[in-house]
């Protein structure tokens, strides 16, 4: 049974994101989490914290159950593009340049390759 997290409004460059995020992309949770502590990007403290709250929502889901045993994985990962700040910043001549503060969204699914035999 798989488990959700989400990260709204966080305050990066989505494109910024989508590299620390294709990183971990398939990856079994244990080595995402380890690839993810010593990657040298501020992205990846979000996302660290991200996964480890879908990992979370999976043993709330999954009471009883180790997340060893279940041999958790990132299924899907995604970055989205949020909302964007529009700021001026004084130019020459009397103009102004326009800024552009982005922001991004993350989607992250975590799930088990174990498969629970269905009960009807």
Do not use: F
């Amino acid at each position: 049974m798989e488990a959700i997290a989400k990260l709204n409004n966080c305050p990066t460059s989505p494109r910024k994101m989508r590299l620390v995020v294709d990183l971990i992309r398939g990856e079994r949770v244990e080595k995402a989490l380890y690839i993810l502590k010593y990657t040298n990007k501020e992205a990846a403290t979000k996302v660290e914290k991200l996964l480890l709250s879908a990992i979370k929502n999976w043993e709330v889901k999954n009471e009883g159950q180790s997340t060893e045993d279940a041999q958790l994985y990132v299924k899907y990962i995604s970055v989205d593009g949020g909302r964007q700040l529009k700021r001026l910043r004084p130019a020459p001549q009397g103009r102004g340049y326009r800024i552009r503060k982005r922001s991004n969204h993350v989607t992250l699914v975590v799930d088990s390759k174990i498969v629970e035999p269905q009960t009807n």
